[in-house]
């Protein structure tokens, strides 16, 4: 989940961490990201979590952001310790969506259901937890890890079309980059990537569903190499 591409073959992929806060929409919201209806959420822009003790420019970015203009960035030393749910206790771990009448009080699901763009920085290695949890909230990834090999490869999903991938060293450039993306196109892609993490991400059989595609499609490969190849040696016969 951490490789860098630097260090990989060309074959590797990525694979998408377990979300351990994954969010359930109920059915008003899954139609407003279905029908681009109330497209626009409350907030541009969120992250809420731990300081980010690699990438500090991030930090020092958003938190003269909060509260203006549509974005939301809180900085605390764990998101677990707000948690009212009480499954999501300090250091305890949530792998089974949560009904959404029992994410009401918790701030975290809120904010992302409520968030058209979520910030996904490297955590303590080049991936976090977060990003599959801004996928299951129908949120669009804010991609900072410079390096980082996405989950799966473009035989599964094409990530231009689902997230906003950042380098590091361009963090103050983020709202910028955002607003010159048109609602339509943010409602597009909240589409795909909703149905991009009930297929391949939400469960393990959609998992085993994308890894099979994945190597379906490098057998497939190899088999048209092969045959290439075989047919560039075969000898060309010259006439009499």
């Known amino acids: 989940m951490s490789a860098h591409k630097n260090y990989t073959h060309p074959n590797d ?18 139609d407003d990201v279905q029908t681009c209806r ?22 020092k970015y958003l938190s003269p952001l909060h509260g ?19 499954q999501n206790v300090w250091g305890g771990s949530v792998l089974a969506p949560v009904a959404p009448e029992n994410q009401t009080q918790d701030d975290y699901y809120n904010i992302l259901k409520n968030s ?38 473009k035989d599964v999903v094409d990530w231009s079309e689902l997230a906003v991938l950042i380098p590091q060293r361009k963090v103050n450039q983020t709202m910028d980059l955002l607003r010159l993306i048109p609602a ?42 092969s045959t290439a190849t075989m047919f560039s040696a075969a000898p060309v016969r010259r006439r009499a």
């Open 13 to 30: 992929f990525g694979l998408p961490s377990w979300p351990v806060k994954p969010v359930t929409l109920n059915q008003g919201q899954l």
């Open 38 to 59: 109330n497209s626009s959420r409350a907030l541009l822009f969120s992250f809420q979590g731990r300081r980010r003790v690699s990438f500090p420019q991030f930090d």
């Open 68 to 86: 203006k203009e549509g974005v939301h960035a809180i900085f605390q030393v764990d998101h677990y310790k707000q948690s009212h749910h009480p």
């Open 116 to 153: 058209t763009f979520a910030g996904s920085p490297l955590g303590d290695k080049l991936y976090s937890v977060r990003f599959s949890e801004i996928l299951s909230a129908g949120t669009i990834p804010v991609v900072y890890a410079d390096g980082w090999v996405l989950p799966y490869n």
């Open 184 to 225: 339509k196109e943010r409602c597009e892609m909240q589409q795909k990537v909703l149905a991009f993490y009930n297929n391949y991400v939400a469960d393990s059989h959609g998992r085993l569903r994308a890894v099979l595609k994945l190597v379906d499609a490098v057998a497939v490969s190899s088999k048209e190499s």
